[in-house]
């Protein structure tokens, strides 16, 4: 690149420095308003396109920080994770030191609460979509996260997918919430988890089950 | 023909500088020390040409980091303009062509614009003023300089730059 001819600067040179600096000065002095609306026109034309390079940089820079910091927090759970499996494996071991059985989470299976059908029923027992195809039995206790909530009194032959459970005193009460568990002793277990509601309206009960779950039902 | 293509280079060279100033300066962490790419466009700019276009490129570049930072519409502006004006004028006193001269040019110029603009400005005073002229303007035009630096040997065929004398 040539550099310019090496001389001090002309008169007309020294002209337009003058008007620069006259303007200059002028837009120094110039009201806000009138500053606002010659920055407002500035941004809107020739920087636009520059400001909208940077902006969109900026966002890909935090895009990308925080899938590093989602990527943090994945490693964070996969080392818990591993954590969790750990203390599996030492649970069992100090189980089996005491001569306890698995736990019950190891041998359920989950069914759904069906209407009850019947007013007033529902305070006492719950039909549950649990039957004899399952393993369940009679006198299976049923179980909740909270504990023992009843125990199965009939289980239907027609219907080897129902079964009665009569409820334990302290839960036929209306708004009643609860995941039932029912748990069959023995090899063979059941567990039933489903949200269920019993609600009092103007003195008369209304049963529902509150089927925001699939039915779930497995066995182990 | 040969000066058309530098013009062309000379532009090309520019507007990476522009560009350079709103993609990689973001990215560059602190803003107040980060390197001004629009000025060091107006510097290889100004070392090339005569001193009213000197004049009149601060100017605009000027107005266009008043448009960014509109604490003193007008500062910026106004010491563009004269520092625009200097550099085009110094060529005639020192070897505008050589690197260090050029990285010379950069880091006194840098630190000369800020003080004009807080000058001007008014809008700075007490250990803020004394904080920013003795530590982060000088900072700001350390960075220019080695940024500028780096221009220059990326494009030293492209600005006619001799890295010996």
């Known amino acids: 690149m040539q550099i310019a001819p090496e001389h001090f600067a002309s008169r007309r040179d020294t002209i337009a420095f003058a008007l620069c600096i006259l ?5 120094r002095l110039a009201p806000t308003n009138v500053q606002d609306k010659v920055v407002e026109a500035t941004r809107d034309t020739v920087l636009a396109p520059f400001l909208a390079m940077q902006h969109w940089i900026e966002n890909e820079r935090d895009v990308h920080l925080q899938a590093v910091e989602w990527m943090a927090v994945a490693d964070s759970a996969q080392v818990q994770g591993l954590e969790v499996l750990t203390l599996k494996q030492e649970n ?3 189980r089996s030191l005491l001569g306890l059985s698995a736990r019950i989470s190891t041998a359920h299976v989950a069914a759904e609460v069906l209407r009850s059908g019947q007013t007033g029923e529902e305070f006492s027992s719950l039909l549950l979509a649990a039957g004899s195809n399952q393993g369940i039995e009679e006198n299976d206790p049923v179980v909740a996260l909270g504990g023992l909530v009843g125990h199965i009194v009939h289980v239907h032959a027609a219907t080897p997918i ?3 459970c009569r409820l334990e005193p302290g839960y036929s009460r ?6 039932w568990v029912v748990s069959i002793p023995g090899e063979s277990r ?11 309206r103007a003195g008369r009960a209304t049963t529902q089950s509150n089927q925001q779950f699939p039915s779930l039902l497995y066995r182990t | 023909m040969r000066f058309v293509r ?4 000379l532009g090309a060279v520019l507007l990476l500088l522009l560009v350079l100033q709103f993609i990689l300066r973001p990215l560059l962490g602190d803003a107040r020390i980060a390197p001004d790419f629009l000025f060091l466009a107006l510097m290889v700019f100004a070392v090339r040409a005569r001193p009213g276009q000197g004049a009149v490129a601060g100017f605009l570049v000027g107005l266009l980091t008043d448009a960014l930072f509109p604490a003193a519409f007008g500062a910026g502006a106004l010491a ?8 085009a004028w110094g060529k005639a006193v020192f070897f505008a062509d050589n690197l260090f001269v050029n990285a010379a040019f950069f880091f006194l110029g840098s630190w000369i614009r800020d003080f004009l603009v807080l000058l001007f400005g008014q809008h700075m005073s007490g250990t803020a003023l004394y904080w920013q002229l003795g530590y982060l303007s000088l900072l700001k035009a350390l960075t220019t300089a080695v940024a500028g630096i780096v221009i220059l040997l ?3 065929r492209w600005l006619d730059i001799r890295i010996r004398q």
């Open chain 1, 23 to 27: 303007m200059s000065i002028g837009a």
């Open chain 1, 92 to 94: 069992e071991y100090l």
């Open chain 1, 162 to 164: 129902w079964s009665r």
């Open chain 1, 174 to 179: 209306p708004e009643l919430e609860l995941n």
């Open chain 1, 190 to 200: 059941l567990e039933l988890w489903w949200p269920w509601q019993i609600r009092s």
């Open chain 2, 6 to 9: 530098e013009h062309w280079r």
């Open chain 2, 80 to 87: 563009h303009t004269a520092v625009g004006y200097f550099a």
């Open chain 2, 154 to 156: 990326i494009f030293r």
